[in-house]
């Protein structure tokens, strides 16, 4: 049997990663010096309203945006509400037509059936068998009456990257059309074309921040109808007692995630790899569900072997990956994006995904592949 590891390897930095230091730090003495309620009159609230200020201001100039505003949500589930329910309720007069792709989130999937039980109509565009949507697909979709379009920028299961820089462009050429791209897991990770798109949805615990706190980042021009109805926070978008020490720590770790973005990308090229090409040689065991063009999220099939067994087993010898989505980890419906993809139903079920952070190290990729070829060998079925 292989020798216990004392320590946990942790490989399921997409559903979670863990908040940096400084992030926790900041939150617990912004909190404590500065608690007042921004929205209140007096010099306290006054002085924490320019605060919050300066934290939208910075985050900004992080994404080398100027003509967008942020709208601070609870995470990337209400930013997707809010993007796809307040844009289409406020632009019902143009016209009555959403065009997603069939990999979106369950947020976006969930909240473009109830725009669609509203009466709203929803275009599903598919993704190809490599897990990509294609402009001629997309542009199949397109009607007189189509207001808004949204294509996720990484997903989350396979990691595949979607050519958000064509599509971007395309949606340019319709005035009344607007884009939203889920950039959750794009992030840090891989460079978009912010200034090209039109709402942008973000979620902090997934880059160094802390939970129940995500982003819409939303043009200037555009309006929408709120989700929820108060006090008329966030510019009226979204109501709610502001969370100074939240927005001023997602500001920090916004910043240090798109530091160096290319680099840093090529740096877990090189950590992954091996691990990559281990995979390549057990192909009589696992199809391989990605590529090493975003080498953070490697998902894989298992020909022969359940993959909750074989996580279990990782798990018991300190290693922590996920069977697919985090979101839908619990619910035994197999991979959705595989699905799309057109994989077969048991490469579906039996999916696994494991994600990696610049926080991890050689020898835990190393590790990985020790007690990943003792489970290939004494795991049955």
Do not use: W
């Not at 820089?165 to 791209?181: C, G, M, N, R, Y």
């Not at 100074?244 to 160096?260: G, H, N, Q, R, Y």
């Not at 959705?336 to 926080?359: E, Q, W, Y």
């Amino acid at each position: 049997m292989l020798e216990d590891n004392n320590s946990f390897i942790y490989f399921d930095h997409a559903a979670t990663t863990s908040p940096l230091q400084e992030v926790v730090s900041l939150y617990a003495e912004v909190s404590t010096k500065y608690f007042a309620n921004s929205s209140s009159a007096h010099r306290l609230g006054v002085e924490n309203s320019r605060l919050l200020s300066k934290a939208r201001n910075d985050i900004l100039k992080s994404f080398r945006l100027s003509n967008h505003d942020v709208i601070f949500t609870s995470g990337a589930t209400e930013a997707n509400n809010l993007a796809l329910k307040g844009y289409m309720e406020r632009y019902h007069t143009r016209g009555k037509h959403l065009i997603i792709s069939s990999i979106e989130h369950p947020s976006v999937l969930n909240a473009a059936n109830h725009l669609a039980n509203l009466g709203y109509e929803v275009s599903i565009v598919p993704v190809r068998a490599d897990g990509k949507v294609y402009l001629d697909d997309l542009k199949k979709e397109i009607k007189e009456d189509t207001i808004l379009v949204s294509i996720m920028g990484v997903n989350n299961e396979t990691g595949i990257i979607q050519n958000i820089p064509e599509i971007a462009s395309f949606i340019k050429k319709f005035p009344t059309i607007s884009l939203h791209v889920d950039a959750v897991q794009a992030v840090g990770k891989v460079e978009l074309p912010y200034n090209d798109i039109d709402l942008i949805t973000i979620s902090l615990h997934k880059i160094g921040g802390l939970k129940g706190t995500g982003i819409l980042l939303k043009r200037k021009n555009i309006e929408l109808t709120p989700v929820l109805d108060g006090g008329g926070q966030e510019n009226g978008y979204r109501s709610g007692t502001n969370d100074l020490a939240m927005a001023v720590s997602d500001a920090v770790a916004i910043k240090e995630a798109l530091k160096d973005v290319a680099s840093k990308r090529e740096a877990m090229k090189t950590l992954v790899e091996p691990f990559y090409n281990y995979l390549l040689s057990r192909n009589d065991e696992i199809v391989i569900n990605s590529t090493l063009d975003n080498p953070y999220i490697i998902n894989i099939s298992f020909l022969h072997k359940k993959a909750s067994v074989f996580a279990e087993f990782l798990s018991n010898n300190n290693i922590m990956v996920s069977t697919h989505s985090a979101c839908s980890s619990k619910l035994d419906i197999g991979s959705p994006t595989l699905t799309a993809m057109g994989k077969d139903p048991i490469l579906v079920k039996n999916a696994m995904r494991f994600s990696f952070s610049t926080k991890n190290k050689k020898e835990e990729i190393d590790r990985l592949i020790e007690v990943f070829e003792f489970g290939l060998k004494e795991i049955r079925g």
